[in-house]
């Protein structure tokens, strides 16, 4: 009884702010979140109209290009960290895998999460695992059903840390134990619904402008989670390691560079093997009937301005060990990811109708969309603040 209340006391005591409230990051922050609050409520009462330049010729817009094309793969430095951890041991990584745990665990929470957002009859959101009229053949209950196994999985690899911060050894312990089997399962899931989300844009085909549409999408966005999951570790823990450094032992500032320039080295092979795929499709499509052409034009700042000159930019980066090339090489191509995720929801998407008949989003999609963002972040400064995410694991 004595343990269970001084549990509570603890979890009590880590609720309390730690540090000053008021600080220009809160109060820009909290404001915004507030507001898009209310117009997440708004939406909810009113429906998708009532926020959204939503229709019926342009279903999806900006919170699926963004909470699930495009923050999905950035996503993908979780599900590729601990593959090469805890089952190729690749103990060089170990400062990061938590860190990449709870990063991805996040992401699936919140941006999966907000797809309830995008649902008009938001309350049918279950029924894809209850099987209430819904296909289970089809490539979104697959996407679906996969996000849930997953995110169950991203929990289950990020418990023991939170095991750890409450001193429940025994469940610590425990969730060790069955540490390898759910990385496993995590990292299968994982590609199975990055190339999944691929597969919905395969339906559009006619719609999606033949430049992007392609046999091989699944294949490519599978490609891109892992170059962009390892952008994103790059450009995140950049951040982290100067706004946490009171946070993040000696040990593992010393192993930052050096961590930066594996990242580098797997994300310029990922994204050659892209390049590669992406310049084979471009053949088998005629691509050069439809490269003098606006739509051509926006196609080659997207391949060449946020895939090629990148990618140069990380090998020559790599050679000289330049960190500062290789942050800014991230970003570009964390960058191009987003502009190539938002090419398949709105901007390729029926490209032959006029400005005037085009989809672009309200003011209210955007505010909620940061609100998402900023959330997250509120999130992820409360749990680095308390729990020991950058603790270099003891082997056992």
């Not at 310029?268 to 490269?291: N, R």
Request: glycine residues 8%.
């Amino acid at each position: 009884m004595n343990e269970r209340k001084n549990l509570i006391k603890f979890i009590l005591s880590e609720l309390k702010p730690k540090g000053p409230i008021f600080t220009p990051f809160n109060v820009i922050t909290a404001p915004i979140i507030l507001i898009g609050l209310i117009i997440i409520i708004l939406r909810f009462l009113k429906g998708l109209g009532a926020v959204t330049n939503l229709s019926q010729e342009f279903p999806w817009g900006l919170w699926i290009a963004f909470d699930v094309m495009t923050g999905i793969p950035w996503a993908g430095g979780a599900f590729c960290m601990v593959f090469l951890v805890y089952v190729m041991h690749f103990d060089k990584y170990k400062p990061i895998v938590r860190a990449a745990v709870l990063s991805g665990l996040l992401a699936y929470s919140f941006y999966a999460g907000a797809l309830i957002l995008d649902l008009g009859r938001w309350w049918n959101a279950l029924n894809p695992f209850i099987g209430n009229k819904f296909g289970f053949q089809s490539v979104l209950w697959l996407i679906a059903f996969h996000f849930l196994l997953y995110t169950i999985c991203a929990f289950l690899e990020f418990a023991p840390i939170i095991a750890e911060w409450l001193s429940l050894e025994t469940i610590r312990k425990l969730l060790h134990s069955i540490r390898i089997p759910v990385v496993i399962l995590g990292v299968t899931l994982s590609t199975l619904h990055q190339s999944g989300i691929g597969a919905l844009t395969l339906m559009a085909k006619g719609k999606i402008h033949p430049l992007w549409w392609s046999e091989f999408t699944p294949i490519l966005f599978f490609l891109q989670s892992i170059f962009g999951g390892m952008s994103m570790l790059i450009f995140e823990g950049s951040i982290s390691h100067r706004v946490f450094s009171y946070r993040i032992p000696e040990e593992v500032h010393e192993k930052h560079h050096s961590i930066l320039i594996g990242l580098a080295r797997g994300c310029a092979g990922a994204l050659f093997a892209y390049l590669a795929l992406k310049f084979s499709v471009f053949i088998h499509v005629h691509g050069w009937e439809y490269i003098i052409s606006k739509m051509g034009g926006w196609y080659l700042v997207e391949v060449i301005g946020f895939g090629l000159i990148p990618l140069i930019m990380l090998v020559s980066a790599v050679r000289q060990e330049n960190i500062e090339v290789i942050r800014i090489a991230a970003f570009l191509i964390m960058l191009g990811i987003l502009i190539a995720r938002f090419n398949y929801v709105f901007i390729a998407y029926k490209w032959y109708l006029p400005l005037s008949e085009r989809y672009y989003p309200s003011w209210m999609e955007i505010w909620t969309t940061a609100t998402i963002v900023l959330t997250e972040i509120w999130i992820l400064r409360w749990i680095i603040n308390r729990m020991p995410v950058y603790v270099i694991e003891k082997e056992e």
